[in-house]
């Protein structure tokens, strides 16, 4: 079973997103990078980023 990376409504510190979604994110840095775990910390930096771009973005859009 895929693990899925979390999206709370509320964006959590990145410590606390980073514990929440470890087996999911290094599951998925496995898929991207195979077994090069020095990736690793770089790639959750970035999903940080993307996941905190995304939150952003829908709190903004106004609610119908």
């Known amino acids: ?7 709370p409504k509320a964006m959590l510190p990145y410590a606390e997103w980073k514990k929440e ?3 999911a994110l290094l599951e998925k840095c496995y898929e991207t990078y195979g077994p090069r ?5 770089d790639f959750v930096e970035a999903e940080y980023a993307k996941a905190s771009k ?4 829908e709190s903004d ?3 119908p």
């Open 1 to 7: 079973m895929k693990r899925v990376i979390k999206m």
């Open 37 to 41: 775990i020095d990736e690793y910390e």
């Open 61 to 63: 859009s106004p609610t």
């Open 54 to 57: 995304a939150h952003r973005i």
């Open 21 to 23: 979604n470890h087996l």
